[in-house]
């Protein structure tokens, strides 16, 4: 019988029938015979039935079993674990797999030692082992020394710390420069329209008083004179009126100029400037000279006073540093301030009115 033949369940009862005559005596034809449930085999003892099931079936399942896992059924032949080749002893296996199976292991191994990095915990030095770590750092700590290594050391130290300080003065310059309008990334105009955008968005504004004041800023600096929206006229005469005390004494009446949606964060300097011109417009001697920064201004009435824009006073400035005056302040401000949000002070205001003929 073949081993890819299905196994039948057969049962192992003995078939037979019985046929008792009237006193209990069995004949020949009729003794037990026992049937192989995987042939047709048929036996009159069971003993003999079970040795050739044993012989016969059981053997060749063994065989076929052991084929199908890919080892000998025979304990006698000794496998490779890591090749297909066979031997018959140990002793052959073992000179096999040292022969031909040792290299590979010790090529892992090497190359897993390679990629073993140890640093050094006082300079951070890389290592491929144990024993020259240890020796680098005992020379850290040695008092031994010599002068070159310490130097050395020292001068590794003090080159990394310079870096260091370096790249953080050079980002702080970054950002002291972008924060007084170095950075080119700004301008009155961006600005202005940004921020506008930005009131529009949040629901402060609508969309008719954003094109209004956006046509307002285009013909304040086409003309070159402040528009007003962020003036409080005479402001004196308010601080006048809110005191306590029982008598007050202004120096003379001014007007307060605050930040606009174009000027937020940088035009300080620019504002101030305006109030002190809208303080010396009101006196004729004054008004005069400045007639070439403010023509359409008249110093008769005050309600008529009108201060140039952020953007003139800008190009006043340059004017007076090309007629020679601060050269030192124009080099320090790169010559220009027209279309930048670069911040000016009180050397840049003296030097307006020194080119009016202001002292």
Partial sequence: MSSDEDCRIVSNEPSYSAAVSGKNKISSDQVPKFTCPMCPQVCEELCIIEAHIENEHLNGLEEQISEDNSKPFNSAVHACPLCSQTF???????????????????????SKAQTLILSCPVCLSEFGSEEP???????????????????????????????????????????????????????????????????????????????????????????????????????????????????????????HYAASFGDSGWGCGYRNLQMLLSAILRNPQYADRLLNLCPSTSSTSDSSIKVPSISRLQSAIEEAWKMGFDEQGCEQLGGKLSGTCKWIGATEIATLLASCRIR
């Fill in 88 to 110: 018959k002893d140990t002793l052959s296996l073992e000179f096999h797999f040292r022969a031909q199976h040792d290299v590979l292991q010790n090529e892992e191994s090497t």
């Fill in 133 to 255: 770590l240890a020796q680098h750092v005992n020379l850290h700590f040695s008092t031994d020394i010599s002068n070159d290594v310490d130097e050395e050391l020292a001068r590794k130290l003090e080159q990394e710390e310079r870096c260091l300080m370096q790249n953080k003065e050079r980002d702080d310059f970054k950002r002291l420069q972008s924060m007084h309008g170095f950075d080119q990334g700004r301008n009155l105009n961006r600005q202005c329209d940004a921020n506008l955008f930005r009131s529009v968005k949040k629901g402060n504004m609508s969309a008719v008083d954003y094109h209004e004041k956006r046509i307002m800023l285009k013909m304040s600096e086409k003309i070159g004179l402040d528009d007003g929206s962020s003036a409080t006229l005479d402001i004196t005469n308010h601080i006048r009126k809110l005191t306590v005390a029982q008598s007050t004494h202004m120096c003379s009446a001014v007007d």
